[in-house]
């Protein structure tokens, strides 16, 4: 099996803000319940349930999350793009025989909603993992560099013993990043083959 080149979904391959920006106003609608969509697509990362818990009382959160997810495909893949280079850094990837993974906190089956609707393909995608909890994924596919916009993406990749490359793409700058422990530091994915090439000799 070829090594892998990981990437996060949100903000690092796909800027989902405009149908997270949706999802939310129509969970709004559903529930009657307050969401400041232009709030919390600012701090996209961490998974649903913590942004949920910022607006439902507890022991309504885990219904919100049934009821987001059940609106989300209506609402939240027409209006995401890729994000400046990614498809670029895909296809890098695959020029140098690599494979492709993503691992994402998102549930797996609305990752691939995005990326088949984008027509990204990729080899594998795992779902519902944050931070540390990544790690697994990471190691049982062979990712050697994982690429994310999150500080949480360069604890998972520190956690694996991978190389991490940041994207500040999403809500964490630059040096947050690197001292999250980003070995590399892109504005976006625009640098990314050119990177891969560089990072990649031996593999």
Same mark, same amino acid.
């Given at each position: 099996?070829?090594?892998?080149?990981?990437?996060?979904?949100?903000?690092?391959?796909?800027?989902?803000?405009?149908?997270?920006?949706?999802? /939310?106003?129509?969970?709004?609608?559903?529930?009657?319940? /307050? &969401?400041?969509?232009?709030?919390?697509?600012?701090?996209? !990362?961490?998974?649903?349930?913590?942004?949920?818990? @910022?607006?439902?009382?507890?022991?309504?959160?885990?219904?919100? &999350?049934?009821?987001?997810?059940?609106? /989300?495909?209506?609402?939240?893949?027409?209006?995401?793009?890729?994000?400046?280079?990614? *498809?670029?850094?895909?296809?890098?990837?695959?020029?140098? !025989?690599?494979?492709?993974?993503? &691992?994402?906190?998102?549930?797996? *089956?609305?990752?691939?909603?995005?990326?088949?609707?984008?027509?990204?393909?990729?080899? @594998?995608?795992?779902?519902?993992?944050?931070?540390?909890?990544?790690?697994?994924?990471?190691?049982?596919?062979?990712? *050697?560099?994982?690429? !994310?916009?999150?500080?949480?993406?360069?604890?998972?990749? *520190?956690?694996?013993?991978?190389?991490?490359?940041?994207?500040?793409?999403?809500?964490?700058?630059?040096?947050?990043?690197?001292?999250?422990?980003?070995?590399? &530091?892109?504005?976006?994915?625009?640098?990314?083959?050119?990177?891969?090439?560089?990072?990649?000799?031996?593999?």
């Amino acid at each position: 099996m070829a090594a892998a080149v990981g990437f996060d979904l949100d903000m690092t391959l796909v800027d989902s803000r405009p149908g997270i920006h949706a999802a /939310y106003r129509a969970l709004t609608t559903k529930t009657g319940v /307050y &969401v400041d969509a232009d709030l919390a697509v600012t701090r996209l !990362g961490p998974p649903l349930r913590a942004e949920l818990a @910022e607006w439902f009382p507890p022991e309504d959160v885990e219904e919100a &999350v049934t009821t987001y997810r059940a609106l /989300y495909p209506d609402y939240a893949i027409t209006p995401s793009v890729p994000t400046p280079g990614a *498809r670029a850094a895909l296809a890098a990837a695959r020029e140098l !025989g690599l494979r492709v993974v993503v &691992v994402t906190s998102k549930l797996a *089956r609305l990752a691939r909603l995005h990326l088949e609707h984008l027509g990204m393909a990729v080899d @594998e995608v795992a779902g519902d993992l944050f931070a540390e909890g990544k790690a697994a994924a990471l190691a049982e596919h062979d990712v *050697r560099w994982y690429v !994310g916009d999150h500080v949480a993406d360069m604890v998972a990749a *520190r956690t694996a013993g991978v190389t991490g490359v940041g994207v500040a793409t999403g809500p964490c700058p630059a040096e947050e990043l690197t001292a999250a422990g980003a070995t590399y &530091v892109l504005p976006d994915l625009t640098g990314f083959p050119a990177l891969l090439c560089e990072i990649a000799v031996g593999y």
